[in-house]
């Protein structure tokens, strides 16, 4: 499916998602509460059939979070990335995607660890390389430490 | 009954042992927690963080030019393809053409080294089963790759050999002729491999039918490479998405449907093969001239995101760049392939033996310092 | 003739009795006396065993390896055992705090005990033998089986989980394979109509039982060779210590000179194996005979008999380090399968065959 197919399949799902065609890939924004049963759709509708999360990460805007999902289909060899907003920057909460990709369990750790984002329904939140008492989210960029060194 | 103090059993009369972080065949600081019932494997979970480096938030306050060679460090056996892919997005960003001779030493490095890591992995299943001797008979190939490397690029293992529009410096005058005997070494010795290892029948029983993981598992895990190729997964980076002239390439990707651990030793072995094709037809015709392009001396990236996606020798590697426009990137993301590929291990390992643990761990081929970053 | 029959070591052992007999008329204090020199003597003996098979094994793994092996410490690297043995001397004996520290310590001494016990009734030459005693196959097969208690005590007594899955897995093999080693025994037993190792030995004058005993007896030895390399936790069977799955099993958490009477006690044990199965097969310190070829048996007989008895040993012994370096580990459920459901069911049937042709008289 060319990028074209896509955008009309997915505004058939969500009509509020909007498009981003600069990059590589098509971008898909939509907001965090959406994201569950939109990502359930692209999962298992057969024309799109998304069945690969190849890179799932996190970027720190400074005045919202954006989760990053990137998706292939090993069918139908189109991708996409779906980017999900998270206003509240204090307890940014958002659904985890395991129950459709098995991979983002340690992904989401990974996420959860270094920017502390909590993923709702999770089967095992844990900070994945930090000690648990580890203070602050060392990917934020108002992240500090003391025995941090400017190059 | 006690045992340090603690009850050695829990409640259900599950077992708890901790694997690493200093284990023999856990290749490193891996450290998985194993609830075992007897020898059976009832539940893993990976415990990671040993060797975590940052390297995603050291990249953000290094320029292009210096953070390619962070990420030699990840997987420090496709240290050559870790930094093609790191040069590649910063090319594709700045949309500069590289030199068709760059391109060729590209790929030519990047082939040894996949044989040289997948020669390092043939010696490790070895070592892991508890044959301690094909590892020597695979670093003796091995030492003549690293030897090669060692005259081109002046490091063994952490080659460093790309710059942002091409490669650092030109391969010396005798490359040709000794990337040649190197790969004759390879093919002359290469039935031993065979004789020592593959046709062992104690051998193959460790691997057949052990650590099955399924097509919908592999996909659904993100597992690339020789491991979710062994499970059917068509997932060669080098084919779906060629860069650096592989399009012009005649190579196989190899897919097994087996899943299981002698599938994924199998397509090991297969690839040392279709690399060593893939350097046969590059050697003799390498192109002549430049090798970098011209780029400024102080690198900015438009604004907007890139995302490069290379093949290493274990899996899918990517990388994602957030940029503002300034000379250093907003946010640097990884997509090791060992990071997707360790949430296989506990699927791929339940119910099985501590052994087969072992013989899972070996063929999936683990590098802990890709998945810490 | 004379020289030669010094090479046998009996000659050797009838001058030192004469000569003690000279200086201790009573005859109880004449056999303790003995009875310390052979201990002495056994004990430097084994010690020096443990060397040099130490040094060959290095040696045969670095031939196999394609690589030199030891080559620095003294000539052709011959020191390096004793320099390696220097340093686990010097290490600290380091007993863990919660470990059970009476069994912790212990068991390193029963595994050798067990381990030199073996050697007792073995012939090494002709006429030369520390104890003729008339049950030596059964005495050795039972004395062996002890070094399980030690493995089981060291694995228990360490307060490692690994060490209990090396023992508990020590437990399950040894007593399996003990079966199949037994009946391969039995079958030279039958064969011979003896149980002392020198009846057996002679019972090979006209030819060693490997050569007359046709296709059943080399079954037992085939058998034997694989049944005890996995009693005695080698290679591919050392699944008790399996470096790679439990980092040392049962003695992970020795060091120092504790851990070097275990390694002794693996040479030591490997030596009492081969040489059984030189014994009971290959004819022990018996020649290379052929039924009545006297001429041919006569020339035979000039090679002294401890060489023949050493030579066989070390034969074997080249063959199970071989293995070794040659073969991966096999799992926990594959060894016992190897055992249960194949080698214990071949060894009766093969014990049957061997009796009916010992009623028979269909061997040579």
């Given at each position: ?151 | ?373 | ?183 391969s025994?039995?079958s030279i037993?039958v064969l011979s ?7 057996i030995?002679?019972s090979q004058?006209?030819g060693w039982w490997i050569l007359k005993g046709h296709i059943p007896v080399l079954i037992s030895f ?58 009971l097969f290959l004819g ?66 093969n014990v049957?065959l061997v009796t009916l042709m010992a009623?028979?008289g269909w061997h040579f």
């Open positions: 499916m060319n990028n074209e197919e896509l955008k009309n399949s997915i505004t058939q799902i969500l009509p509020s998602a909007t498009f981003d065609e600069s990059g590589e890939f098509m971008s898909v924004f939509i907001s965090s509460e959406e994201l569950l049963p939109f990502m359930k759709e692209l999962r298992n509708r057969d024309e799109l059939f998304f069945d690969y999360l190849f890179c799932e990460t996190c970027v720190d805007w400074k005045d919202h979070l954006m989760m990053v999902y990137f998706l292939n289909s090993k069918t139908h060899k189109h991708n996409i990335v779906v980017k999900a907003k998270i206003t509240d920057t204090i307890n940014p909460k958002i659904e985890s995607v395991y129950d459709i990709w098995k991979t983002a369990e340690l992904n989401e750790d990974e996420i959860f660890d270094l920017f502390g984002v909590t993923f709702l329904n999770h089967p095992n939140l844990r900070r994945l390389f930090m000690p648990e008492d580890w203070p602050g989210f060392p990917l934020r960029k108002n992240y500090v430490d003391d025995n941090m060194i400017e190059l | 009954m006690k045992l340090l103090g603690e009850d050695i059993v829990t409640e259900t009369g599950e077992f708890i042992i901790n694997m690493g972080p200093q284990h023999p065949s856990t290749h490193g600081v891996l450290h998985l927690k194993i609830w075992l019932d007897g020898e059976t494997i009832k539940k893993i979970e990976p415990h990671l963080g040993y060797i975590h480096r940052s390297i995603e938030k050291m990249s953000e306050k290094m320029s292009y030019r210096q953070f390619i060679y962070l990420t030699s460090r990840m997987d420090y056996l496709s240290a050559h393809m870790n930094n093609q892919a790191c040069a590649l997005v910063v090319e594709k960003a700045l949309q500069v053409e590289v030199p068709e001779r760059a391109k060729a030493i590209r790929i030519l490095l990047a082939e040894l080294s996949r044989i040289g890591s997948h020669l390092l992995w043939f010696a490790s299943v070895g070592l892991d089963l508890g044959g301690v001797t094909p590892f020597f008979y695979a670093f003796r190939e091995r030492e003549a790759i690293n030897s090669l490397m060692e005259e081109n690029c002046g490091a063994r293992l952490t080659q460093n050999f790309h710059v942002p529009g091409g490669i650092l410096e030109d391969v010396n005058p005798d490359f040709q002729k000794r990337v040649k005997e190197v790969i004759k070494q390879l093919k002359d010795n290469f039935h031993e491999y065979d004789e020592i290892l593959t046709g062992n029948v104690i051998f193959q029983n460790r691997l057949k039918g052990v650590g099955y993981l399924s097509k919908e598992d592999a996909i659904s895990l993100g597992c690339s490479g020789p491991t979710a190729r062994a499970s059917g997964v068509v997932c060669d980076i080098r084919k779906s998405n060629p860069y650096d002239g592989y399009e012009k390439l005649e190579f196989d990707e190899v897919v097994l449907t087996g899943g299981d651990s002698w599938a994924r030793y199998q397509v090991r072995m297969a690839e040392m093969l279709q690399s060593i094709k893939i350097i046969e037809q590059m050697i003799d015709n390498m192109p002549e001239g430049d090798i970098v392009a011209k780029t400024k001396n102080v690198i900015k990236l438009p604004k907007g995101e890139f995302y490069q996606r290379v093949e290493t020798a274990r899996g899918e590697l990517g990388v994602y760049i957030v940029s503002e426009g300034a000379a250093t990137p907003y946010r640097c993301k990884y997509r090791s392939p060992n990071f997707a590929n360790l949430s296989a291990i506990p699927i791929a390992a339940k119910g099985g033996k501590i052994g087969d643990l072992i013989a899972i761990m070996a063929t999936v081929d683990l590098i802990i310092p890709d998945i810490d970053r | 003739m004379k020289i030669l029959l010094a090479y046998s070591l009996s000659g050797f052992a009838s001058y030192l009795h004469r000569l003690l007999s000279g200086f201790i008329p009573d005859a109880f204090w004449l056999m303790v006396t003995e009875m310390v020199i052979t201990g002495v003597c056994l004990l430097v003996f084994l010690i020096l065993l443990a060397f040099f098979l130490g040094y060959m094994e290095r040696k045969v793994a670095a031939f196999m390896e394609i690589r030199f092996g030891p080559n620095r410490v003294g000539p052709k690297g011959t020191l390096q055992i004793v320099a390696d043995t220097v340093k686990l001397l010097f290490k600290e004996g380091l007993t863990p705090d919660l470990s059970d520290k009476f069994l912790f310590n212990l068991a390193p001494g029963i595994i050798v005990i067990s381990a030199m016990l073996a050697v007792a009734p073995i012939a090494f030459a002709k006429g030369f033998q520390i104890w003729d005693i008339n049950i030596g196959v059964l005495y050795i097969s039972s004395v062996s089986s002890i070094a399980v208690i030690g493995i089981l005590m060291a694995g228990w007594s360490s307060s490692n989980k690994y060490s209990i899955i090396g023992a508990m897995r020590a437990g399950a093999q040894i007593v399996s394979y003990e079966l199949s080693v037994g009946l025994l039995i037993v109509g003896s149980l002392s190792l020198n009846d030995v002679e004058a006209n085939v058998i034997f060779v694989v049944a005890s390399t996995a009693e005695i936790n080698r290679a591919p069977f050392d699944l008790v210590e399996a470096d790679q799955e439990l980092t040392g099993g049962f003695n992970t958490e020795y060091g120092g000179m504790k851990f070097a009477m275990f390694l002794m006690s693996e040479y030591i044990n490997l030596f009492v194996v081969s040489a059984v199965a030189a014994t022990g310190w018996m020649p290379f005979h052929i039924g009545n070829f006297t001429a041919f048996n006569h020339i035979m007989d000039y090679i002294p008999s401890s060489i023949w008895f050493f030579g066989k040993t070390l034969f074997i012994i080249f063959i199970i380090m071989q293995f070794r370096w040659t073969f991966p580990r096999l799992r926990i459920d594959q060894l016992l399968n190897l055992e249960w459901k194949y080698l214990l069911p071949i060894s009766m049937i049957l009623i028979m």
